[in-house]
């Protein structure tokens, strides 16, 4: 079944540094969505980037997708400590018709000041 | 800047009762969407709503649930017979289109005693 999977589950970097994260998923998509989310609260919607599109920025972030290895990368450039959350990769099916988006495991990113 | 608002943002209920979660999604949105994410696991899909019927459920929303748009700008999550496992954070979201960005709530947060 389509699944976004992220790798690392877990990473810790100082700020300033940049930080990747990785997305995997099984099946055609028709795109693929970033989200973070803050310890507890909502979701917040960062970049869409669909399938005959290859790389895609905004502000400090910059994401490329590769639809031959079925994979994404999220870099987030010159991380601030207000960056610490979780990074969601969410998938949205070629095949669906009703906008249901698979969500992954998730990043929790830690920036340490 | 236009946002899916969700209404309670905690609520407690004994097993068995009926809860209904509210939501406003974004008013020139036309699909909207309940997710739910139980502590410490990813987000899962529920359900997608589109043209005033469900588009796509998954296998988690069974009988006990049901979702209602009752005038032009409330959504609402209605579970009859709450149990222990329904004890989880539940998003409400909203799209222009199905394969458009989808922007979340804060979330209601649904503990079962």
């Known amino acids: 079944s389509q699944q976004g999977e992220e790798d690392p589950q877990a990473l810790s970097i100082q700020e300033g540094e940049n930080a990747t994260m990785n997305c995997s998923y099984k099946?055609?998509?028709?795109?693929l969505q970033w989200y973070r989310q803050n310890s507890g609260r909502g979701l917040v919607h960062l970049i869409l980037?669909?399938?005959?599109?290859r790389e895609k920025h905004s502000g400090r972030l910059r994401v490329t997708l590769d639809t031959s290895k079925k994979s994404s990368s999220l870099l987030i450039t010159a991380s601030r400590a207000a960056d610490t959350a979780s990074y969601f990769c969410?998938?949205?099916?070629?095949?669906?018709?009703?906008?249901?988006?698979?969500f992954g495991q998730g990043t929790e990113l830690s920036v340490k000041p | 800047e236009p946002e899916v608002t969700q209404t309670p943002s905690h609520q407690v209920t004994q097993m068995g009762q009926e809860v209904i979660l509210r939501c406003v999604p974004i008013?020139?949105?036309?699909?909207f969407y309940w997710y739910r994410q139980i502590l410490g696991q990813k987000v899962e899909f529920l359900v997608s709503?589109?043209?005033?019927?469900?588009?796509?459920k998954s296998e988690i929303f069974d009988d006990q649930f049901s979702v209602e748009r009752p005038d032009g700008s409330n959504f609402t999550l209605k579970i009859r017979s709450t149990k222990l496992e329904d004890s989880a954070m539940y998003f409400c979201?909203?799209?222009?289109?199905?394969?458009?960005?989808?922007?979340f709530g804060q979330g209601t947060r649904l503990t079962v005693v």
């Open positions: 969410a998938t949205s099916s070629y095949y669906n018709q009703g906008g249901k988006l698979i």
């Open positions: 008013s020139n949105h036309l699909y």
């Open positions: 099946t055609s998509i028709n795109n």
């Open positions: 979201a909203s799209s222009e289109d199905r394969n458009t960005e989808a922007f």
């Open positions: 980037i669909r399938s005959n599109e």
């Open positions: 709503f589109y043209n005033n019927e469900i588009s796509e």
